[in-house]
């Protein structure tokens, strides 16, 4: 099929390309299109006008902000993978980065492109709120920052207005000491998630896990942070008892069905996918 008709814009600049999204409610940004363009020619997006902002250098970059690392919204999801900085600061990035679609895909692929899709297997967003990052955005009114964990609207709908567009995301990272784990399960490598589990764990001085995140794609309209599993593993000594009763949490979850994987198949994976990444993180852990 073809896409439909649609007006294009091409800015040089961020102020000019907002300057084209409060000119109308029904404008999309194009940025990698990996994603929007398979929907235009499928005739599930119609926008008006399509503004793409492949020629703002300003917009792809990541750097060191200090306490937090910032990611621009046109960053390649190649430079995540290449990205020394990533590899040293937030290695469960680039952990889930190598399971983002192919080589060919990640090459135009962006940060904030994956983010404003908010597909629930995506594994960027998923990421973004098992590390609580903060999203980026900016309008002809200013910008505002917004808890990733507030970021998802509803089924692959960012909470955003019609005139704003992601410009980046922030995320502080956990201390070096930490153990951490990205995995997940498809049909095939390079397909989307049927689920996926980010884990970061944290010991103290006395040997008890102070800290720690878990959290699930692929399970429901937008990935889940996994609180009561959580809670649970908090002041323990992550014992196989413990880990066990952590990933049965997790495989009570209210999981998502569809024509190809019912919801107690989801179920089973967060379970065991949950147990194995904990394994994993506590392996790599300091204590």
């Not at 119609?46 to 902000?65: H, K, Q, T, W």
């Not at 297997?121 to 920052?145: C, F, K, N, W, Y």
Request: proline share 5%.
């Amino acid at each position: 099929m073809k896409a439909p008709l649609f007006e294009y814009l091409a800015p040089h600049t961020l102020e000019e390309a907002l300057a084209h999204l409060s000119n109308g409610e029904n404008s999309r940004v194009l940025a990698g299109g990996q994603s929007l363009m398979a929907m235009l020619n499928m005739r599930f997006a119609f926008p008006d006008c399509l503004v793409d902002i492949n020629r703002i250098a300003e917009l792809s970059y990541i750097r060191d902000g200090g306490e937090r690392i910032e990611i621009g919204a046109l960053t390649r999801q190649r430079h995540v993978e290449f990205s020394e900085l990533i590899a040293a600061r937030i290695p469960v990035f680039k952990e889930a980065i190598l399971n983002v679609g192919h080589r060919q895909t990640r090459n135009r692929g962006t940060v904030g492109g994956s983010l404003c899709q908010l597909d629930p297997s995506a594994e960027i967003p998923t990421i973004a709120l098992a590390m609580d990052a903060d999203i980026h955005v900016a309008s002809v009114r200013g910008q505002r920052t917004i808890p990733m964990k507030d970021f998802p609207a509803g089924y692959m709908a960012p909470a955003i207005e019609s005139d704003e567009m992601l410009v980046g995301m922030s995320m502080e990272p956990w201390p070096k000491q930490h153990g951490h784990a990205f995995l997940e399960f498809a049909r095939r490598h390079g397909d989307f998630a049927i689920v996926s589990v980010a884990v970061m764990l944290l010991f103290g001085a006395d040997g008890l896990l102070e800290r720690v995140s878990i959290t699930l794609g692929g399970v429901a309209s937008a990935p889940v942070r996994m609180s009561r599993a959580e809670q649970s593993l908090l002041k323990t000594r992550m014992s196989p008892e413990d880990i066990a009763a952590a990933a049965a949490i997790c495989a009570q979850i209210d999981a998502t069905s569809d024509t190809y994987t019912p919801s107690w198949y989801r179920q089973k994976l967060a379970g065991v996918l949950t147990q194995r990444a904990l394994n994993i993180a506590l392996e790599r852990a300091e204590r």
